[in-house]
């Protein structure tokens, strides 16, 4: 007798085929069967309906939030039964529960003294708080960095590269799927090319991943794609490059001459993939996007505030109307927030990107969608975090027709789940795990918006993880059937 059955129901496999009819039958946490399948304790009739394999987020920030919203129902309402953290250098571990969270994860853990010190022990904190999805980890080189150099701005000497190492080769050997950097960031910024070479190097052995926000996403970018070829080429690894935009106008476009240096790369046997978000703007930490001394004013133009502690009235509004309502200069404005009290705490949304170059993206073949979210839900984030898969599904695979319903489902699904070595994850066939979501592909569309963005998603009628079920019509279900998953191992 099977746990569950969903009958009558359009299946798209993950595979990217088309959609083809039938059943599909859950036991004990894993597809049982497909086609037709017998008897079951609970049923639900589909009809009309798709199911696919459950959504991956190959880009998130959210190793705190699995402590502090164990629920992720920002990401489960979308389908997101799995996502990646440790991005863009910065995790959760290596840890010392004796030093700033703040600091050492770039403000993804703040508030929050987990009493862990690898991923062994991050893991089972977070198993003991029953969390709703699955997540794979990343181990970051702006954690490794800090917690070797603090914030030296030099190079690491013999005897600090070699603890850097020692702290990566742990998270790698304990399940963490590869090495993240964060390039623009501190300290990853004052690192050279060889120390971020030297470190990927250690994601060799396991055949894992080097994934990065590269060193320059505007006026460089294509040296720094060049960079990210050099560093995994040298090392021997896998490159997966994160949220991959030309930030600016003047170098919008940019993106297809990236794009062409990675298919180059491809073609003479280089392993390289991408991810990208479905939105115009950016978001981040705010510091990090400014010298005080020298304020981008351009820039400042085009930022949105999203979360500011000092001044929770501006939270929601762009900063240059907040600069003349408060009659200074918008240069001004930027130096009063970061200046305040908590300042540095302060995440902006910032419009830098061209709507043409994500079209540009989502049509290249190893294009995955990663949020990019920031899962801080105090203030107002941006939408991504509520809303990317349903909008990737609802904006630009119906109405724009970018890329077909099969093809952006793979990119979900089997594409991310092989690349970041999901074992049984990213399909729909017999012996998988049953991580499955049910949704009407006419209707499924998010409705997160700048202005009103932590609201859920249409159209999804149901989301499976690990065989539970623990969404349905839009209500957790408090299944807490999420997993810490290993690096190619079940
Ligand atoms: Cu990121
Ligand atoms: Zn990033």
């Not at 459950?54 to 190793?63: L, R, V, Y």
């Not at 991923?119 to 699955?134: A, M, Q, R, S």
């Not at 999804?460 to 998953?485: C, F, T, Y």
């Amino acid at each position: 007798m099977l746990d569950f059955a969903i009958r009558n129901v359009s299946i798209l496999d993950g595979s990217g085929s088309p959609a083809f009819a039938g059943d599909v039958g859950l036991k004990d946490g894993r597809i049982d069967g497909v086609g037709a399948v017998g008897a079951a304790h609970k049923e639900l009739d589909a009809r009309g309906l798709t199911l696919s394999p459950g959504f991956i987020d190959t880009h998130s920030h959210d190793d705190g939030a699995f402590l502090r919203y164990p629920d992720m129902m920002f990401k489960l309402a979308q389908g997101v039964t799995t996502v990646v953290s440790g991005n863009c250098g910065f995790s959760a571990v290596p840890a010392d529960p004796a030093r700033d969270p703040m600091q050492m994860s770039g403000g993804i853990l703040a508030g929050l003294n987990g009493d862990f010190r690898d991923l062994d022990g991050y893991f089972k904190t977070v198993l003991e708080l029953k969390p709703n999805i699955n997540n794979m980890m990343l181990v970051g080189h702006n954690t490794v960095r800090t917690m070797v150099m603090d914030m030296a701005q030099r190079s690491p000497s013999p005897d600090e590269l070699a603890q850097m190492k020692a702290h990566v080769e742990r998270a790698l050997e304990q399940g963490a799927c590869g090495f993240s950097s964060g390039l623009i960031y501190r300290p990853g910024r004052w690192s050279q090319t060889e120390e971020v070479t030297e470190l990927a190097r250690c994601a060799a052995p396991f055949d894992a991943l080097y994934t990065t926000h590269m060193r320059n996403e505007g006026d460089h970018l294509l040296e720094a794609v060049e960079e990210s070829l050099t560093i995994s080429r040298e090392a021997g690894v896998h490159l997966h490059i994160s949220h991959h935009k030309a930030a600016g106008p003047g170098n919008w476009g940019k993106v297809r001459d990236s794009l062409a240096r990675v298919d180059t790369a491809l073609a003479a046997g280089q392993r390289v993939t991408l991810d990208v978000y479905p939105y115009t703007a950016g978001s981040g930490r705010m510091v990090e996007y400014f010298n005080l001394d020298r304020v981008n004013q351009a820039l400042a133009e085009v930022i949105r505030i999203a979360r500011c502690p000092a001044f929770r009235e501006f939270e929601g509004r762009m900063l240059k109307d907040i600069a003349v309502e408060q009659g200074i200069h918008i240069t001004e404005a930027v130096r009063m927030i970061l200046t305040a009290p908590r300042g540095d705490h302060t995440i902006c949304i910032h419009f830098i990107i061209a709507e043409e170059d994500i079209e540009t993206n989502l049509a290249h073949a190893d294009m995955m969608v990663g949020s990019d979210g920031i899962p801080d839900l105090r203030g107002r984030p941006h939408p991504r975090l509520f809303g990317t898969f349903p909008r990737v599904l609802a904006r630009y695979v119906r109405e724009r027709g970018i890329l077909k319903l099969p093809e952006a489902v793979r990119r979900m699904t089997s594409l991310a789940a092989d690349t970041f070595g999901m074992i049984d994850r990213g399909r729909i066939r017999e012996g998988a795990f049953a991580d499955l979501v049910l949704f009407d592909p006419a209707v499924i569309t998010d409705t997160a918006t700048y202005d009103d963005p932590k609201q859920y998603p249409d159209g999804i009628k149901a989301v499976w993880v690990n065989g539970a079920l623990s969404v349905l019509d839009g209500e957790d279900r408090k299944a807490g059937a999420g997993q810490m998953l290993r690096f190619r191992r079940t």
